[in-house]
Each structure stands twice: as structure tokens, then as C-alpha cells.
């Protein structure tokens, strides 16, 4: 099974500033296969990026992905209020399951 | 509009069994594979069980393999999970999926509201 591991636990920035949220496998994930999804209280998650750096429809291009091999990271360039939300990563890989991180909170400082 | 809709969750007792719904529209359900996924309350999100576009295969966490069944109906346009011998671990809200894969990835781009399960005596 590979684990994924999000650091930080929780980041507190200010609306403006840049976001650089992590996401490590601990065995290589193919970079076509790691998806981040955000989340707010009391809703379903969102799909963001696809392909570690493809952005999903309708999001923002402050938004962007990369990264490759067990390292990926999440970049929000300008946080906008609205930005400030629970943050997953999630592998599909070839065979399940298709395990997500723990999270990343991003809140207000 | 692209529409996934959960129901069925409740409250049951340890032991106890249900079964979930996810109801979908606006799009070919009979196209897509499909998963659950859970999120226990003030948890992270937990990859629960999965089902190819015909039924034809199943795969399970081991946290509910040989308890919770996945299955669909495509001609009702519906997925499905009986969850049996529930636990008190069993207690999340359950979402479910599409399973979209393209010729370079695949991931999940429509998501149900989900529905709560809470296993109590």
C-alpha cells in the first residue's frame, strides 16, 4: 500500500500570501496518477489538479501542481479567501487502494 | 447538471447492516467505474471500495473487505454498498465517486453530498 504523507498538518497564512502545500509517497507514484482535492466544512471534496500539475475545469490559475516520483506539491500563488479549506492528495495507482493523505489545513493567520 | 446523489445512511446498532445508494444523472453512468469513499467525523478522507463501469470487478479497503459489498445498476442508473457486521469505526459520512481516466490520468471529478452513517447503541 502506499502511504501518503502531508506536511504541514496545518498552515496559517494570510489572504494574499503563497501557499505551498506537500505531499509525499512513500513508494513512486506515477505523476499521471496523484490528484489534490479540496475541501470545505460540510461539503463534498473538489477536484483541483489531476496529473500532479493538470488543473480541473474551472479552477483558478492561481492554482498549480507538481512535482514527480514520491514528491508532489500544491502551490496557491495569491490566497483569496475562499482558498482557506482542508487540501488532499490522493494516488491511482495501478492496483488499490487508492489511498489518500491525511490532509492539510489551511487557515487564517 | 452532473448529479450523484447518496441516501440510506442512518443510525444502526453494532452488528447491524445497511445499505447506501448513490443515484446518478446528467452524465453516462454506465461508463464510468465508480468508488465510495468515507470520512469519518473530524477525519481525513478513506478510499472505502471501487467497481468497474460493468460491474465486472470489486475491490475493497481491508478495513471492510468481507463486510461492505459494492454493486451497481446500470439500467437504473445506480450504485450501491451494503455494509454489514457494522462497527463503531464504520461511523463517517459516505461519498460517492466517478473513477475518470483519461490517456494520462485518472481521477475523480464528480462527487455526491454524501450521507451519514453512525453506528451506536
Known amino acids: 500500500e502506499i502511504v501518503l504523507t502531508q506536511s504541514p498538518g496545518t498552515l496559517s497564512l494570510s489572504p494574499g500570501e503563497r501557499a505551498t502545500l506537500s505531499c509525499r509517497a512513500s513508494?513512486?507514484?506515477?505523476?499521471?496518477?496523484l490528484a489534490w482535492y479540496q475541501q470545505k466544512p460540510g461539503q463534498a471534496p473538489r477536484l483541483l489538479i489531476y496529473?500532479?500539475?493538470s488543473r480541473a475545469t474551472g479552477i483558478p490559475d492561481r492554482f498549480s501542481g507538481s512535482g514527480s516520483g514520491t514528491d508532489f506539491t500544491l502551490t496557491i500563488s495569491r490566497l483569496e479567501p475562499e482558498d482557506f479549506a482542508v487540501y488532499y492528495c490522493?494516488?491511482?495507482?495501478?492496483?488499490?487502494?487508492?489511498?489518500f493523505g491525511q490532509g492539510t489545513k489551511l487557515e487564517v493567520k | 447538471q452532473v448529479q450523484l446523489v447518496e441516501s440510506g445512511g442512518g443510525v444502526v446498532q453494532p452488528g447491524g447492516s445497511l445499505r447506501l445508494s448513490c443515484a446518478a444523472s446528467?452524465?453516462?453512468?454506465?461508463?464510468?467505474?465508480m468508488h465510495w469513499v468515507r470520512q469519518a467525523p473530524g477525519k481525513g478522507l478513506e478510499w472505502v471500495a471501487f467497481?468497474?463501469?460493468?460491474?465486472?470487478?470489486?475491490y475493497y479497503a481491508d478495513s471492510v473487505k468481507g463486510r461492505f459489498t459494492i454493486s451497481r445498476d446500470n439500467s437504473k442508473n445506480t450504485l450501491y454498498l451494503q455494509m454489514n457486521s457494522l462497527r463503531a469505526e464504520d461511523t463517517a459520512v459516505y461519498y460517492c465517486?466517478?473513477?475518470?481516466?483519461?490517456?494520462?490520468?485518472?481521477?475523480?471529478?464528480?462527487w455526491g453530498q454524501g450521507t451519514l452513517v453512525t453506528v451506536s447503541s
Open positions: 496529473g500532479a500539475a
Open positions: 513508494q513512486s507514484v506515477s505523476s499521471s496518477y
Open positions: 490522493q494516488q491511482y495507482g495501478s492496483s488499490p487502494p487508492w489511498t
Open positions: 467497481i468497474r463501469y460493468d460491474g465486472s470487478s470489486q
Open positions: 446528467g452524465f453516462t453512468f454506465s461508463s464510468y467505474a
Open positions: 465517486a466517478n473513477h475518470r481516466c483519461t490517456s494520462i490520468s485518472c481521477y475523480s471529478d464528480y
